[in-house]
């Protein structure tokens, strides 16, 4: 919820009008390194975005990594949202490419926005490509030469959540 470049990204979006929620899973909350199981996460957004749904306009969902990957979890079982975005969607575990994380994306109907690192070890470039070929609704916004945390050598921070957040803003916008 404090990862610095969260923080830059969410405050930068309500900067530009859009609201963003950040919050801990229960393993982050108490400190542990290894995350709740599927179903805890799954309970634990639920309950978040249930709450923030009731007073937002519309409701987007998405997160960094995991968080983001529950968030399509949620979507795909029917949870009401209007899109999703995901900084750095983890496709397959870190050197594992054999084990998608992708089945229950074919299920998703609202838009998807997946701002993606070219580096990023936890989705091969050509893997998430033919992925996102096979979702209609899905926009791919590659962020060239950065890694999983969406750092990229020789950039700042800044300079990287700029870019992030015109593409995200230009993107929300194009769906009203």
């Given at each position: 919820m404090y990862t610095p470049e969260l923080v830059k990204f969410s405050e930068a979006?309500?900067?530009?009008?859009?609201g963003a929620v950040r919050f801990n899973f229960p393993y982050a909350e108490a400190r542990r390194r290894t995350p709740d199981r599927q179903v805890v996460l799954e309970a634990c957004y639920r309950a978040v975005a249930g709450q923030v749904g009731q007073s937002a306009d519309r409701l987007l969902l998405g997160g960094r990594s995991m968080g983001g990957r529950i968030a399509s979890h949620l979507a795909?079982?029917?949870?009401?949202?209007?899109?999703?975005?995901?900084l750095s969607y983890p496709l397959h575990p870190p050197g594992q490419p054999d084990r998608l994380r992708d089945k229950h994306l074919y299920g998703i109907t609202i838009p998807m926005l997946f701002l993606q690192g070219t580096r990023d070890a936890f989705a091969q470039p050509e893997l998430l490509q033919r992925t996102l070929a096979r979702l209609p609704t899905a926009t791919l916004h590659r962020v060239e030469n950065a890694d999983h945390g969406l750092r990229v050598p020789?950039?700042?921070?800044?300079?990287?959540?700029?870019?992030l957040v015109d593409t995200t803003v230009a993107w929300v916008?194009?769906?009203?």
């Open positions: 979006l309500a900067g530009r009008g859009i795909a079982a029917g949870f009401a949202a209007a899109a999703l975005v995901f020789g950039k700042s921070s800044e300079e990287i959540t700029v870019e916008n194009q769906l009203r």
